[in-house]
């Protein structure tokens, strides 16, 4: 153990193995899927766990039901465990910041169906203190999220998709000798 404090500039890393800096935080954030083609994904989830490795939620009344993010798979997945051999039935490659990120970055559109049923689902967001919130109070939900938007369709609609979450666009360039040498 002295070993890996020395190697970890001194800091003091505890029985788990790393610092607290890179510890899990425990959360409560919480988000809403609707329009799911797999209807038995339609429901709230609660975060299980999330580190800059991994995001889960669970589903609350049905744990086979889960969204995740891994660094390995580097995009959402939306998948249930006992069908389809736990198959990823939807899935979004928007790269959160688990820390910055309201909800842990979990994506609220975009998400694209793999092996479910037509109809991609949509998200609805639940930041930790928003327990209890409707739908007719999206002004103290935004307000608890850190936003100014009071009416989130209208503001979507009039502004242009956020850089990190446009998609990359990748362009070749090809160089030719004019000796004609190969």
């Given at each position: 153990?002295?070993?890996?404090?020395e190697l970890?500039?001194?800091?003091?890393?505890?029985?788990?193995?790393?610092?607290?800096?890179?510890?899990?935080?425990?959360?409560?954030?919480?988000?809403?899927?609707?329009?799911?083609?797999?209807?038995?994904?339609?429901?709230?989830?609660?975060?299980?766990?999330?580190?800059?490795?991994?995001?889960?939620?669970?589903?609350?009344?049905?744990?086979?039901?889960?969204?995740?993010?891994?660094?390995?798979?580097?995009?959402?997945?939306?998948?249930?465990?006992d069908y389809?051999?736990?198959?990823?039935?939807?899935?979004?490659?928007?790269?959160?910041?688990?820390k910055a990120?309201?909800?842990?970055?979990?994506?609220?559109?975009?998400?694209?169906?793999?092996?479910?049923?037509?109809?991609?689902?949509?998200?609805?967001?639940?930041?930790?203190?928003?327990?209890?919130?409707?739908?007719?109070?999206?002004?103290?939900?935004?307000?608890?999220?850190?936003?100014?938007?009071?009416?989130?369709?209208?503001?979507?609609?009039?502004?242009?998709?956020?850089?990190?979450?446009?998609?990359?666009?990748?362009?070749?360039?090809?160089?030719?000798?004019?000796?004609?040498?190969?």
């Open positions: 153990m002295e070993e890996l404090k970890s500039g001194g800091q003091d890393l505890g029985e788990s193995g790393y610092t607290m800096a890179d510890a899990p935080r425990p959360s409560k954030a919480k988000v809403e899927v609707k329009g799911a083609g797999e209807t038995r994904l339609n429901g709230t989830y609660n975060v299980q766990f999330a580190t800059k490795d991994r995001i889960e939620f669970t589903k609350q009344d049905d744990e086979q039901c889960q969204i995740f993010w891994s660094c390995w798979k580097d995009e959402w997945v939306m998948l249930i465990g389809k051999m736990g198959s990823t039935l939807y899935r979004n490659n928007y790269r959160p910041n688990w990120d309201v909800c842990h970055g979990c994506p609220e559109d975009n998400w694209q169906k793999w092996f479910g049923k037509d109809g991609s689902p949509s998200i609805r967001l639940i930041p930790e203190g928003a327990e209890g919130v409707e739908v007719g109070e999206k002004g103290k939900a935004a307000e608890l999220a850190g936003d100014n938007v009071t009416d989130v369709d209208a503001e979507a609609a009039a502004k242009p998709p956020s850089p990190s979450r446009a998609p990359l666009c990748i362009s070749w360039l090809t160089l030719t000798s004019p000796l004609g040498l190969a």
